[in-house]
């Protein structure tokens, strides 16, 4: 089971997600201000973050871009308004999936095991290492030669764009976190902001031109190949 940190300043919630992560079998810990959650999670290597947005001091969205300059745990976040919602939706923050207050316990539990399976899936490697050729359609990789082609016109990547489209081109139909993709694709390379994978993906789709769109961006999770 788990190890999940839970920050939230309203005590009551808090230990009302405890006791339901607990009944779960998980271990839960709860800390009611951001300061102490960047501490905690340092120390404790928590599996998941459920992460309040509005906390004293320092916010959620604060907590979280420190906890990403770091770590690629997985995030749940839970917001009061619909506007912070589409915040955590839209933009760089990196939450894994969010939570609109007031939500149930139920749907927070089914949340929480839907990351934790996902984590599952992810940490397993995809593959092992294969150097066929992927083909799917007019988009050919040839693995052993790092090439790309559409329609035997080879497409110039730089080397992170290349790593990213064989990794997703070659499990399509799987979803993948951005925070797996900068784990796997950028490991200790990594330097940019939250938005490394998304630039990345944008350049990636531009060069491919329509075979580009076989890319999709997965609503709260990340990207897909189709
Ligand atoms: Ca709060």
Do not use: C
């Not at 779960?24 to 800390?31: D, F, I, K, P, R």
């Not at 150097?131 to 082609?149: F, G, N, Q, Y």
């Not at 990213?164 to 490991?187: E, Q, T, V």
């Amino acid at each position: 089971m788990a190890t999940i940190l839970v920050v939230e300043d309203e005590h009551e919630l808090a230990a009302l997600i405890r006791r339901q992560l607990e009944a779960e079998g998980h271990t839960a810990l709860t800390v009611h201000d951001g300061r102490t959650a960047l501490l905690l999670a340092e120390q404790a290597r928590p599996d998941l973050v459920i992460l309040d947005w509005m906390l004293p001091e320092l916010d959620g969205l604060a907590v979280m871009r420190r906890l990403r300059e770091r770590s690629a745990v997985p995030i749940l976040m839970l917001t009061a308004r619909d506007d912070e919602a589409d915040r955590v939706l839209g933009l760089e923050v990196g939450a894994d999936d969010y939570l609109t207050k007031p939500f149930s316990l139920r749907e927070l539990l089914a949340r929480v095991r839907a990351i934790l399976r996902r984590i599952e899936l992810l940490t397993r490697p995809p593959t092992t290492v294969d150097t066929s050729p992927i083909v799917h359609d007019r988009l050919a990789i040839d693995p052993l030669a790092r090439r790309v082609t559409i329609d035997q016109q080879v497409v110039d990547l730089t080397v992170k764009e290349y790593d990213l489209l064989l990794l997703l081109a070659r499990n399509p139909g799987r979803s993948f976190s951005r925070a797996y993709l900068l784990d796997h694709i950028w490991g200790d390379d990594y330097e940019g902001g939250d938005r490394t994978v998304d630039t990345h993906i944008v350049r990636l789709r531009r060069k491919l031109g329509e075979q580009g769109e076989r890319i999709s961006t997965v609503w709260g999770v990340g990207y897909r190949f189709e």
